[in-house]
């Protein structure tokens, strides 16, 4: 990468104690992130007949383009970066804290740095091409495997968004499933984010929630009500929602709650902590009354990582599949692992029961999950086998220790009581005092103690003054962080003179454990080793052109990685007080700006974790502006057929599978006018809005968006972006001027995050002023004393996390912000532009392209290349069916060292390749030398496709008998056997193309018995 434009020194990189030296990585340094040199670039624009990067953009009306410079701050160097994040994070307080409530804190075990630094598993793409991603695959399935021996159930997916998510999509399976109407009971006792969530996520969608009060005295569920209530109101209830331990840290009666369900043909959805189900702890689920429960939502965030600000979480979500119970596990959202056969017979593992995701069925998906939280699965998985089943046990025992040692303390004290004497949580304590909580959380803070949360309002919110306080505790504290928190109760209660008798509680038996879950704990050492080789199974973006269309799998840099792992982030909980959480808040308050400059619109919300959910945060967005214009006869959502299957999924879980309109495209791959202009005419104010991806799937800009808002704004419509492709135009066009409404930014895509093996994703969503006011979560704002609140905007949507979203992520795109600045945002773009054109032009000479008859289009950040006919027919009397041929030659770029391009969308018959922004005119060069080379062997060796991938770890996995004999989880009493690379990626890269051809053509006539 000689030439390229590094602002990093040897003597900067002393002045901030980074873990690792930024020079030994050749991407890391160069400015903006772009390998390419100046001179690559004007080689490149010279090769397309371009005379500078400006120029890529000619076909885009220039009142869309923005003006030069954006109002946006200077780019910092590297060292400026590190020294300024570390600033922000230093304006957090961490003290002594008892807060847990809704996200405990516990121990993170060394391996999980370990494993979170391991590049190819935390950069790789979701696992789609199995054989070039068992690294990812088998860290999943230890992780389904851990989580099915906590609980029981036998069916595990590989995580959603948290736990709030997690119960929605079980409710929304049980209605599936169940004859009853949308109508659901929630135990009074659950989180309050959880029920704001779920009341954000249900409106307008049909389905009904209830609520089973609270008895103040016992704080559980009041079963008396629960028992009274007519069979004509139960025979209305689909599921009912109640959690293990509730929100005020007392134990509910499962058993109770769960045969109630069964007794009255009621899905039950038992919301629970896998951390508590260590051996000696608490019951699983799947000994929950006489059956068990239906189906578990929970969080296992505190398993993987420290608190985050609340996020990336990691939602668990699980259902029963044995002999007895088949029926819903083909109903529920999200992704599973398998145990599968390669075609050589070879163990392997694969992602099965695909056929109910988004990008195959669409509108008619169980759901619209796309990215999840794997990376976390994969240091769940990780934490775990640490810890062994037993670890977490004792875990529970230590913080069991602490809770009855303050229990003991308050015996002696006048004032101060447990709330709830029955039943409490093994690791919780509600306190009642005569003092108010505010006074008393206040003087602990000052004696440098977060003393826990305020939870009046929960147990009785007509109670004006606070009087509950939720205390925490965990195997973090020691004996001397309780005696701190013995002397501040003892300061703050007088010594009792009553002579009472001692409270000293016991957990009944019956919610308990009855035996040991049976998972061991493996040796740091042994992990170490395990999950380095897994790595080595993975190909990452570090490794060179990743060309996966619509999914921009640029570089990502290890300084963001390191800002967001610094104490003045990771440790501060979501629920600690405003003061002491000034960095979290001041990262957010940074990025609502940025992202209000990147966009040309108005406001912004942080809260969203995935694409996906960003598009859902659009139209409900949409919705609350037509209801509180009184216009709720706005059915229909216009989309185009070429649009990510997430689109059609999120419109119909908004509450629009019948009001799906889809739009045609014209020869050129763009929005059909005259279609659009009929539809527009039918529907008119019919229509709530239109989903709208720009540039499109096909890499083609939609020069009539403009034409398109106006026309829907005219008739009363709302527009929204998919943001999915803003590689392409971040920082160059103007979305105000364009006409959106409401867009979302895929942080894991334009901004650097890591795709983690699937997630966790992240969004930004931006709106124009017409939205602001319904914006959800909340909004940062700076008070006059310079420090960062929030507030709700006036007419919000609601909540769509339970905390601030996938905080975490938010660090790491602020510091690329931070290194990118006004010039090098819009750089970037025109960077992978001109890196997409370039390779377009080397290699439409060779392949068909699609659309067919869109050669003259444009190119943006990605183009689709397809076979001849005469070609597809020579792979037919190979054969090679046509319907195959494509997904066949994806395999063999992992034959080259590569990940595939993008296969069968948007075009049955395409290849979508999007090289980015991240790689040299000499990578890039390789790269279309090695896509020539496979189209050399379609022609002259068209057999060599039938026994592709040859040098992965596995052969081409038997997918269909996978999905046929499904195998969902094991005993985890010995580590899963590893596969072994034949020629690992790293070796393949160094290797001459044209070696790698003949190695490729020689082994297949090896395999197949050719002379």
Known sequence: MDGRDVDVKCTDVEKVKLPFDPLEFPRETPRHYISASEEDLQK???????????QLFAHI??????????????????QDVAEAISHVSSLSNEMLSFIGDQLPVWKTPKIVDFVSNLRNLSTSYTPYQPERSQGTLITHWIYQCAISLLTGFEAINTSLYDRSFAIFEAISCSIRTSRKPSRVLLAASLFPQETDVLATLTKETGIQLDFLDLNPETGCCDYQAMSSMSIDTLNQYSAFVFPQINSLGVMEDVDLLTDFCEDNQIRSIACIDPFLLGDGGLKPPVEFGRSGADFIAGDAQHIAIPPNFGGPGLGIFGCRHNDEKKSDLRNTPGRYIGQAKDLNGRDCHVMVLSTREQHIRKEKATSNVCSNQAFLATLAGASILSQGSKGLGVAVEIANRHQQKII?????????????PENISPNELTLRTIKSSSTLLHNARAQGIHLGIEVTNRWMPSVKAGRLIKLSFSDLHTD????RLITFLNSEFATSTASSSKFHYQIDKKYLRKTPAGLPAYSD?????????????NVSPDDGCYPLGSCTMKYNPLLNDWAASLDGFSKIHPQAPIEDAQGPLKVLYEIQEWFKGITGLAGVTTQPVAGAQGELVGIKLFQAYHRKNGENDRQFILIPRSAHGTNFATAAMAGYPEGIVYLEANDSGRIDIEDFTNKLQKYGRQ???VMITNPNTSGIFEEDFKKIADDVHRVGGLVYMDGANMNAIAGVVNLGELGVDAVHNNLHKTWTIPHGGGGPGDAIVAVSET????????????RKDGMFDFETAPHSIGSFHRNWGNFGHKVRAYTYLLRLGREGIPRMSSVAVLAARYLFEKLKGRYKTLPAKANNAPRMHEFILTLSEEDFSNLEENGIPKNQAIPQIGKLFLDFGFHAPTVAFPEVFGLMIEPTESYTKNELDRFAEAVLAIKDIIEEFPYVLKSAPHFTPIDKVDEVSANRNLSLHEPLDRLPPLPHNRISPAELMRLEVSEIKERVIQLSKDSQGLI
């Open 408 to 420: 003991d303390a308050i015996n002696g004290l006048e004032g101060i009581e447990p709330a709830f």
């Open 771 to 782: 939205l602001v006011d319904f914006l959800p979560g909340k909004q940062i704002f700076m």
């Open 687 to 689: 229509i709530c809005g």
């Open 480 to 483: 001397e962080s309780i005696d």
């Open 525 to 537: 050492e042994e992990l170490r080793e395990y999950y380095g080789k897994l790595a080595e199974l």
């Open 61 to 78: 009306h220039p009142n869309l383009l923005f003006p030069q410079p954006l109002p946006l701050p200077e780019e910092k160097s590297y």
């Open 44 to 54: 490149m624009l010279s090769s397309i007949g371009i005379g500078n990067l400006n």
